[in-house]
């Protein structure tokens, strides 16, 4: 076999060898990443303590929000709803940040001493209370922070 020969065999074979990995590359084969599945809703920081009836929450609830694999989810949707107590949660829905995280901006306490409480729903499937005790401000006492 000639020299001339031989480097067109050997060119041939290379060839061939680039066209069988470029096709074994193809993503028509291979697997897709799994898809991302709402899996977990976790309480990270709960209100704690008492505060005063018709003013704004000074701790507010932040949640953690993951799929199956534990990995955070950015961009799902929480809704805030106010069950008990009378008050009111003026941005009712608020998305994760890139790193899962959400935080209730504001929640402002009801108008009767008692139990507040305010649910975080999420994907329509996870619930997550959270409680605050309101007590009455004192008559001789400014409203400094409502």
Do not use: H
């Not at 303590?49 to 955070?72: I, K």
């Not at 009712?92 to 504001?106: M, R």
Request: net charge negative; with cysteine.
């Amino acid at each position: 076999m000639s020299r001339s020969t031989r480097l067109l065999v050997a060119t041939s074979l290379v060839v061939a060898g680039v066209a069988l990995t470029v096709s074994s590359c193809d993503s028509a084969t291979s697997p897709a990443p799994p898809v991302p599945v709402l899996t977990k809703v976790t309480p990270v920081w709960s209100p704690t303590g008492e505060e005063y009836t018709n003013s704004n929450a000074r701790t507010l609830p932040l949640l953690f929000v993951a799929d199956q694999f534990d990995r955070p989810m950015a961009g799902v949707r929480v809704s805030f709803a106010v069950t008990a107590g009378g008050g009111t949660v003026p941005f009712p829905e608020i998305v994760t940040s890139e790193y899962g995280y959400v935080l209730l901006k504001q929640w402002i306490l009801g108008p009767t001493a008692g139990e507040n409480i305010v649910v975080a729903t999420v994907g329509g499937a996870f619930s997550v209370p959270f409680r605050l005790v309101s007590m009455a401000r004192p008559d001789d006492t400014d409203c400094w922070d409502c």
